[in-house]
C-alpha cells in the first residue's frame, strides 16, 4: 500500500473515536471558555488587518506554553486587537483536518500528527514554527500485573490514539524488545489499546488495561490510582531531550499573515520564560486551564509531578522529529518519509534574537531561508 494512502487511512482511523469527543462551536475543536480572571482584552491595531488568529491546542500538561499563554494573555497582548481565538482539541488528526480547512490558523500538536499532515499533503499544508515541549510522557503499570519492563508479554497497554506520538514510541519500544505487535490492529505478543487519555484512568482502576504509555497530566493520574512509573521517555532519548509538541502554522496563513504569525511567536518565546522563571504561577494558571477544560482542577498529587515532568522549550529538537518518523517506520506505520522543507524556523529565530537568545537548528530539514536564517 503506498505510503501516503496508508497514513491517510491510519489518520481518518484515529479520527473517527476521538473526533467525537473533539466537535464543538468551531466544528472540529471546543471553543476554549472565555478566562474571565486573566484574559486580556484585544484592544489596539489590528495585525494585518486581521479580526482574530484562530488556534488550536490540547488540554494537556505537554501543551503548557499555549495553556499558560492563553490564561496569562501573552498571546492577546502581542496581538493588539487582533482576536486570540483558541480551540481545544483532543486528537491531533482532528486538529490537523482543521488546519487544513481553516477552521485554525496555527496549533500545538505532537509530532506524529504533524508528521503525518505534512506527509500525506506532500508537504503542501503545514510548517513546523517552533518547538514547545518535551518530555512529558511515561509507561505507567499496574505494579501487582507489571513487575518490569521484562514482563509485558500478553499484558494490554493502552495508548492514546492509533498513530499519535505515544502510540509510535509504544510500537518502537516493543519492537526494539522483540515483541510482535500489527500496527493498525494492536493485536500481538503485547495489546495496544487505543483509549481517550480522559478515559485512560477509568480503563485502569477497573482493570481492562494493565499499563499506559501516555502523556501528562494522564501519566500522574494513574499514579494517583496505583500506579507505578515504569518507564520514563526521556531516558530513551539523548540528553533526556526529545520533541512532544511542536508549533505548526497553515502555510497559506504563513505566508499571507507572516506578522500575526511573528506575534503568537513572540506571545511563546515570552510565555516559555515567564513558565521557566515563575513556576509556581505558571503551574497555577496551567492547572486553571486544565479546569476549564475538565471542569475542575487536578490536585496537588497529580498537578505537580506533570508540571515537574515536562520541559516547555523553544527549541523544536527538530533531529528528534525525524528520529520519532524514523520510529513510525520501523513500527510499520507509514514507508519513510521526507520531511526536508517541513520546517521555517524563520521568524521563531528573529523573535529569539529580539530577545537575545540564541538561534535554534532544523537539523536541515527546513527551507533555505529558514536555515539561512539559522545560522545568523
Not at 288 to 299: F, M, N, V
Amino acid at each position: 500500500m503506498p505510503a501516503v494512502r496508508r497514513l491517510r487511512l491510519l489518520a481518518a482511523a484515529a479520527t473517527v473515536p476521538l473526533l467525537l469527543g473533539a466537535l464543538g462551536a468551531c466544528g472540529y475543536g471546543s471553543r476554549a471558555k472565555q478566562d474571565e480572571q486573566g484574559a486580556v482584552a484585544a484592544k489596539g491595531p489590528k495585525i494585518d488587518g486581521l479580526d482574530r488568529v484562530k488556534v488550536g491546542y490540547f488540554a494537556n500538561t505537554t501543551h503548557a506554553t499555549a495553556l499558560v499563554g492563553d490564561r496569562k494573555g501573552f498571546f492577546q497582548k502581542e496581538l493588539g486587537g487582533t482576536k486570540f481565538a483558541p480551540s481545544v482539541f483532543n486528537a491531533g488528526p482532528a486538529e490537523i483536518e482543521a488546519l487544513n480547512s481553516g477552521a485554525i490558523d496555527i496549533g500545538w500538536i505532537g509530532p506524529s500528527p504533524a508528521i503525518n499532515g505534512w506527509t500525506t499533503s506532500q508537504g503542501k499544508s503545514l510548517k513546523i514554527i517552533s518547538g514547545s515541549a518535551s518530555g512529558g510522557v511515561s509507561l505507567v503499570v499496574n505494579p501487582k500485573k507489571i513487575k518490569n519492563l521484562d514482563d509485558l508479554k500478553g499484558k494490554t497497554i493502552a495508548t492514546p490514539q492509533l498513530g499519535n506520538t505515544q502510540d509510535v514510541a509504544l510500537l518502537n519500544y516493543l519492537a526494539e524488545k522483540g515483541y510482535k505487535v500489527d500496527a493498525t490492529t494492536g493485536k500481538g505478543d503485547v495489546t495496544v489499546q487505543r483509549t481517550e487519555n480522559k478515559v485512560t484512568p477509568v480503563a485502569f482502576r477497573q482493570g481492562s488495561i494493565d499499563a499506559a504509555w501516555v502523556p501528562e497530566p494522564t501519566a500522574s493520574k494513574l499514579v494517583e490510582e496505583g500506579g507505578k512509573v515504569l518507564l520514563d521517555e526521556k531516558k530513551l532519548w539523548k540528553d533526556g531531550k526529545f520533541v512532544i509538541t511542536n508549533v505548526i502554522v497553515s502555510q497559506k496563513f504563513l505566508k499571507e499573515h507572516p506578522k500575526a504569525v511573528e506575534a503568537v511567536l513572540r506571545g511563546s518565546v515570552k510565555t516559555n520564560t515567564y513558565i521557566r522563571t515563575h513556576p509556581a504561577e505558571a503551574k497555577q494558571a496551567l492547572n486553571d486551564k486544565l479546569a476549564d477544560a475538565a471542569g475542575k482542577a487536578l490536585p496537588p498529587s497529580v498537578i505537580d509531578p506533570a508540571f515537574r515532568n515536562t520541559d516547555v522549550t523553544d527549541d523544536p529538537l527538530a533531529a528528534t522529529l525525524q528520529l520519532e518518523a524514523d520510529h513510525a517506520v520501523r513500527a510499520g506505520l507509514l514507508k519513510k518519509p521526507s520531511l526536508e522543507g517541513i520546517y521555517d524556523l524563520t521568524l521563531l529565530n528573529k523573535v529569539l534574537k529580539a530577545e537575545g537568545k540564541p538561534a535554534v537548528d532544523d537539523a536541515g530539514l527546513g527551507s533555505e531561508q529558514s536555515a539561512h536564517a539559522s545560522r545568523r
